[in-house]
């Protein structure tokens, strides 16, 4: 059975950083594509970023353009996502997803770990 972890979320001020990171398992599962979703408070969920495995092709939402940068770990079933002048519209809960192919959906998805900007 798939699972996806994250960890990393916490409460920042406006301004700061935070690194949020996913493992998934089994290890023998190597997503074709990690991302990053998130959902605010009273708000459906939205995509945030993605990393294809194969090419290393990265998309973002025009919200995190410039500011959040998604990378892959040193290991294929591992993704980070790195938060840089974060703001309080930025508070959400933040959910690894995974898909195990290129025309499959995101059909994987973590627990979530929230994140807190106060301004």
């Known amino acids: 059975q798939v699972q996806l972890v994250e960890s990393g979320g916490g409460l920042v001020q406006a301004g700061a950083s935070l690194r949020l990171s996913c493992v998934a398992s089994?290890?023998?599962?190597?997503?074709?594509?990690m991302g990053w979703f998130r959902q605010a408070p009273g708000k459906g969920r939205e995509f945030v970023a993605a990393?294809?495995?194969?090419?290393?092709?990265?998309d973002y939402a025009d919200s995190v353009k410039g500011r959040f940068t998604i990378s892959g770990g040193n290991v294929e079933n591992t993704v980070s996502l790195q938060m840089n002048s974060l703001k309080p519209e930025d508070t959400a809960v933040y959910y690894c997803?995974?898909?195990?192919?290129?025309?499959?959906?995101?059909?994987?998805w973590g627990q979530g770990t929230q994140v807190t900007v106060s301004s």
């Open positions: 990393i294809t495995r194969s090419g290393g092709r990265t």
């Open positions: 089994p290890r023998g599962f190597i997503p074709y594509t």
């Open positions: 997803v995974a898909r195990a192919s290129a025309i499959a959906g995101y059909d994987y």
